[in-house]
């Protein structure tokens, strides 16, 4: 059965919460128990021990016939002592004689009488401190606070004095307390609920507006935007999704873009091939113009190679497939080896190439396939869009344990909002379409990312009009661990 997070975590929070008030309530009753029962044991023997000292000294020395001195009590004497104090407390005063047979009683609770025998076995634990929760060897009905003090004189006992009270009091006075304290944590437990229940449903909120938020990017709709409130965890996931639907969205758009790119790419070269092939073989095509159209077709060919090249490569990075394989290389090297196989387009636009007079020798451990596409697609743009006539500027050092080139081109440039862009996948500036007919916008992305595989990093500077640089490092020979 189906149990939102917003239910689950309601109920989790008010059984912890309801928990802690019940151990609360149980904790407090059994120290309220303990404290009004020891405040009852000390006025019960304080009492207990006030009415036996009354006692010792009311009591009146009685000489015998062999000369010996016995003490008497007169309980009527008593009778007003034992009742004042006993009602003070609400409890029972009893006087008994040294046998335990009961003198003088404040009033008569629960079938006991004056006449009624102490058991010989308590009254030997009578001492100066005697207490229990009991009957008094049977005499009380029902179980009493009993506090019990030996009245001595010389010496001699003359009897004892007990104070009692019903243990039902020390309950109702519980109970009164417990219904008072249990009123209030129903009341808490209440508040507790409404701001549970209200921190609950704020906290969910935000879950929910993102699963509605991610079933629409999952359609296809990327336009759906959560509010971020607060620097929380929940707020961050929310940025995070922002983020990512902002990035999807980015993504939709160039694939939408590459989807019709490579469309156009592929279909307008197979269209040409197939029809100069088709006119070679059904004669429509001269033989003196077969020569021309063949190298058409053949150009058509490597057109479609650099397209498919560019895109295996690019499902071998997203794939993670990638892999290099370092040798012992000079980037000098193999940048003079570029710009000899790119050197008829130099000449055919007429292009001043320099920097590489003097240029040193800069080894690194890297691919030599993959640093040498890194070279030939910086120069290729180079070359696309310099102006006629225009200047390439190519630098290369060593310098800190790091190899440093720098590929700088005359020409139109780079708009500065496009600058950002220009190493995503499938980007391809506005100025650059007219010029860059055969591109899918995955060169400068295929840069970045064999440039960072290798550990290095590359930027791009350019001014409108002027110039635009692509500079890049990587760790020189030996420094790769």
Known sequence: ?????????????????????LSMTLLQAFLATGVLAEEKRQLLQENAQNIAHHTAMSASAVPTKDGSILYRVDPVALSPLLNTLADALDATAMLTDSHGQVLLL????????VGDVVNANLLSRVGESYYEVGTLGGLFDRPQYVAGVAVRVNDMTLGYVFMSTSTSNMMQILGANLRVYLISVAGALLISFCVLWLFT???????KQMAAATRRFAQGDFSARLQVKGRDEVAELADALNHMAVSLSSVE???????????????????????FVDGILDGTVPPQKQSYYLKIVSDEVKRLSRLVRSMLDLSRIDSGELKMTRVRLDLTEAMCSVLVSSEPRIEGKRLTISGMEDAEKTEIDG???????????????????????????IRMRSQDGRVYVTVRNTGAGIPAEELPQIFERYYKSDRSRSLDKNGLGLGLYIVQTVIRLHGGEITVRSVEGEFTEFSFWVPAAGTCS
């Open 106 to 113: 404040s009033r008569s609770p629960h079938g006991i009488r």
């Open 253 to 275: 758009t160039m694939r939408r873009s590459f989807v019709a790119n490579v469309s156009h790419e592929l279909k307008t070269p197979m269209t040409t091939i197939a029809g």
């Open 1 to 21: 059965m189906y149990k939102s997070v917003f239910k689950k975590y309601l109920t989790v929070l008010t059984l912890v919460v309801v928990i802690g008030f």
């Open 367 to 393: 691919d030599y396939d993959l640093m040498s596409q890194v070279l030939y697609n910086l120069l290729d743009n180079a070359i696309k869009f310099t102006n006629e006539g225009g200047d390439i500027d």
């Open 201 to 207: 449903y704020r906290f969910v909120r935000p879950l």
